[in-house]
């Protein structure tokens, strides 16, 4: 009887981790609750087969950099839950106006629906769960490799979809859904920092190549070509189909990564990270100081790339109304035909930015606090990638890929979406694992 062995199996985790990511584009046209379910369960089943079968060191070395990561994400989540248990006294005022309809004692939660608010947390364990996995699978070296030549491809794949759909007219793209559009654009940024980092992973393997003899020059130069079309590719569709605004965050994501690999080669040190952050400080301050002129405008909104005028001055209502605990995860689109004018008709009743669905959803508070961890863990990865060897291309990606999103939150909301959430969930993640060396387990 011939068994696998555990090298297999998790080869088999890894599988279907790769086959998750080049689906991304599909999800884009066809994403939705069937969609969820069956990520959901490819993810769950990756889970189990890689928890099995790792080594012992891999798995000692993955829980030392997991853990305070898994603790950090694990506060949204218990949010979530919180919002959805009825509390009484943190419940949203609806739920009173319940018992005043119904003559009978209603227990409220701070959430108006609480069936959204367990699917918004299924669908954030998933994301959670697919982290998870690539971090697994991505202690290996040759096997983070895989997972970053899938990341390129599958937002190659994206940005070849969205200018084959601008140039033959294909509608049903943009259409399809409200999230696409967005989807579509996060993706393609992402899609030029890691197209970068495959470019300069391979350059740094050329430079190496001595050390290994068997390594191919003509392979070496065939994938450099590659990463190059992506990247050209997936800058090309910004200049081409995405608003002007969004190409600061794609500026921004690669300049970290760029930055990155000058400072390690002109032996800066330390004080690179002066270079990197002083410029990103300057430039955020102009750019938040255009809100200035709209005072009356929330800061999640303004500078949100031009959509549905209806739909922006909806959102600002709600967000004026909105609680200081918020209305629950995933209520965003419950509540949007409420604040709609009646002579509206706007088709899509999702948020303009991913900003201000988190700020009506899961309070002010929250959203901040977001931001400031995600803050936290873009100067983790710049610490680590100047700390790294040779493959810190990994962690400067991840570092480049959260600055990028960390500006995209406020001008659209593909975020909210399954294939953006499952891109960029899993560059991070693979910069997470490739964050510190390991030695080769015996």
């Known amino acids: 009887m011939v068994t696998s062995s555990p090298r297999t199996k998790v080869s088999n985790a890894l599988s279907a981790l790769i086959t998750l990511v080049i689906a991304a584009p599909a999800i884009l046209w066809f994403d939705g609750p069937v969609v969820h379910a069956v990520v ?20 000692i070395f993955l829980v030392s950099l997991a853990r305070p990561v898994v603790l950090l994400c694990a506060v949204p989540a218990l949010w979530m839950l919180l919002q959805v248990v009825p509390l009484g006294l943190f419940a949203h005022p609806i739920w ?49 490799e895989r997972i970053l030549f899938a990341l390129v491809a599958a937002t190659a794949f ?18 399809a859904a409200g999230l696409a559009p967005a989807q579509a654009t996060d993706c393609i940024v992402i899609g030029t920092i890691v197209a970068s980092a495959g470019m300069i992973r391979t350059w740094d393997r050329y430079e190496t190549r001595r050390a290994r003899p068997g390594r191919s020059v003509l392979i070496l130069a065939m994938t450099f070509a590659a990463c190059a079309a992506a990247f050209a590719l997936c800058f090309g569709s910004l200049l081409a189909l ?47 100081a255009g809100n200035l002129g709209f005072p009356t405008q929330d800061i999640s909104l303004a500078f949100a790339t031009p959509s549905s005028d209806a739909l922006a001055a909806a959102a600002q209502r709600m967000l004026a ?41 899961l309070g002010r508070p ?25 493959d810190s291309f990994y962690a400067a990606a991840g570092a480049g890929t959260l600055i990028a999103l960390l500006l995209l939150i406020f001008m659209n909301a593909g975020l909210q979406g399954t294939a953006t959430a499952m891109i960029a969930t899993a560059t991070v993640a693979l910069a997470l694992a490739q964050s510190k060396s390991r030695a080769r387990p015996r």
């Open 242 to 288: 995405a608003p002007s605004g969004v190409l600061v965050p794609a500026f921004f994501g690669t300049g970290a990564l760029a930055a990155i690999a000058l400072i390690r080669r002109l032996g800066l040190g330390r004080s690179g990270i002066a270079a990197i952050c002083v410029p990103a400080v300057v430039a955020a301050a102009l750019l938040g």
């Open 96 to 144: 009173a106006s319940a018992q005043a309809a119904l003559a009978h004692p209603v227990v409220g939660s701070i959430s108006i629906d609480v069936g959204a608010g367990v699917q918004a947390l299924g669908r954030y364990l998933t994301m959670v769960g697919i982290g998870l996995l690539t971090a697994a699978t991505a202690v290996d070296r040759q096997r983070a």
């Open 366 to 390: 929250f959203l901040w606090f977001l931001v400031l961890s995600t803050g936290g863990v873009i100067v983790f990865f710049l610490h680590a990638a100047l700390r790294r060897g040779r």
């Open 321 to 361: 109304d909105a609680p200081l605990l918020g209305t629950g995860a995933g209520t965003f689109g419950a509540m949007a035909p409420i604040y709609h004018d009646i002579d509206d008709n706007a088709s899509f009743m999702g948020a303009p930015t991913f900003a201000a669905a988190a700020a009506v959803e």
């Open 40 to 59: 959901a369960g490819a993810a769950a089943a990756g889970i189990a087969i890689v928890s099995a079968t790792m080594r012992p060191g891999e798995t």
């Open 158 to 175: 994206v940005s070849l979809a969205a200018m084959a759909g601008k140039m033959f007219g294909l509608g049903a793209f943009a259409d």
